[in-house]
């Protein structure tokens, strides 16, 4: 890699050149408590209600006392994902599965692929290994997943691929058939389907693990399931390569707590369930508030939904913050868009109710 020179404050080290080149990601993360939530794509009303009564029940004060153990929860998740225990890693969050992914496949200047835009932890853990990246633009129609494009992009020497499917911000994604067409091409490279959001449109590539070697899917807790302050997520491969997985992860990355959570939470599909309806009636909803208003919008295949507000798009979010509602600015990514997230019916007759009024 050139070396960069950089002045940095007297009596400050210097870091990697990997890190000192890297920009600041920080998203906001405070005063969001008393708000309505619409600016993360949370579960906007909470976990399961069982979840938070297991806890109580189980936790005890040895427990806590102990490093967590996983094998019952990793027979639960086995169970539920319909896979063996052998095929998946538990992670702290999805952005533990991306970072972990790299660790084990990643070197220096190696080349990673990604779509854009995307999820900013994609980036973020390649930057910090001092990948290459290779940016492959959404459509600019309907921001469609960039499919051909991407598959012409792939050469021998890609040594990993982070796709979010579907993608944030967009909302939009590819098929099975799709991403079948990408692992195929993709041969000498760790394929990531990071599947956040897969409860609200249904297509999964899980199906394809035994069929693959080079495929890895991300499932997270922090989305549909309300636990995202947990920090659980899973990361599946063959396994032979959650072998290496293993080999480049910290034994003891998820706590005790999570995995107790998780274990409630899997119990309780009905939950699960009627959430996702909701969210795709309020999406709906959403749609017909925003036509009606004039303002054009991406159609979203997950929990949220790009708006253009031109101009006046950090201002709009500006404007909600002050009456209650969060949500994010993308329009220095997607120029005039702000996300928001789609919680339930009623949050969305509020926000549309707030936008409204200042439109
Ligand atoms: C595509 C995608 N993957 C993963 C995550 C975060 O997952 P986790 O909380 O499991 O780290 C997000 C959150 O916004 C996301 O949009």
Request: proline content about 5%.
């Amino acid at each position: 890699m050139a070396s960069k020179k950089i002045d940095l404050p007297p009596g400050v080290l210097e870091p990697r050149e990997a890190v000192l080149k890297m920009a600041p990601y920080s998203p906001p993360t405070g005063g969001r408590v008393d708000k309505l939530r619409l600016d993360f794509n949370e579960n906007t009303v909470g976990a399961s209600p069982k979840v938070l009564e297991f806890l109580r029940a189980n936790l005890t004060e040895a427990g806590l006392a102990t490093y967590p153990e996983y094998s019952e929860i990793k027979q639960d998740l086995a169970t539920f994902f319909g896979v063996e225990t052998d095929d998946f890693i538990l992670t702290n969050g999805t952005d533990e599965a991306i970072q972990v992914l790299i660790n084990t496949y990643v070197d220096d200047d190696d080349e990673v692929l990604l779509l854009k835009p995307s999820y900013a932890m994609y980036r973020f853990y390649a930057e910090v290994a001092g990948a290459s990246i290779r940016d492959i633009p959404y459509r600019a129609e309907k921001l469609a997943f960039p499919l051909e494009e991407l598959i012409e992009s792939i050469r021998p020497t890609t040594r990993a691929l982070l796709i979010a499917n579907p993608n944030n911000p967009t909302g939009t994604g590819t098929s099975r058939a799709g991403i079948e067409r990408i692992l195929e091409r993709a041969t000498g490279a760790a394929v990531l389907i990071d599947e956040a959001y897969f409860e609200f449109c249904g297509i999964t590539a899980l199906p394809l693990l035994n069929d693959y070697p080079n495929l890895f899917v991300s499932r997270t807790f922090s989305k549909v399931y309300g636990m995202a302050a947990m920090r659980l997520g899973c990361l599946f491969s063959q396994s032979g390569n959650v072998d290496f997985l293993h080999k480049a992860q910290s034994p003891y990355s998820v706590n005790t707590v999570a995995t107790l959570a998780a274990h409630a939470a899997i119990q309780d599909k009905a939950y699960i369930e009627k959430y996702a309806t909701e969210v795709l009636a309020a999406r709906e909803l959403l749609y017909v508030g925003l036509e009606n208003l004039g303002i054009n919008y991406y159609e979203s295949k997950a929990n949220f939904v790009l708006f253009h507000a031109g101009a006046r798009a950090i201002p709009i979010r500006d404007e909600l913050r002050r009456r209650g509602v969060l949500v994010r600015d993308r329009s220095y990514e997607i120029p005039g868009c702000v996300r928001v997230t789609v919680g339930t019916r009623d949050q969305i007759r509020r926000f549309l109710t707030e936008l409204e009024q200042i439109w």
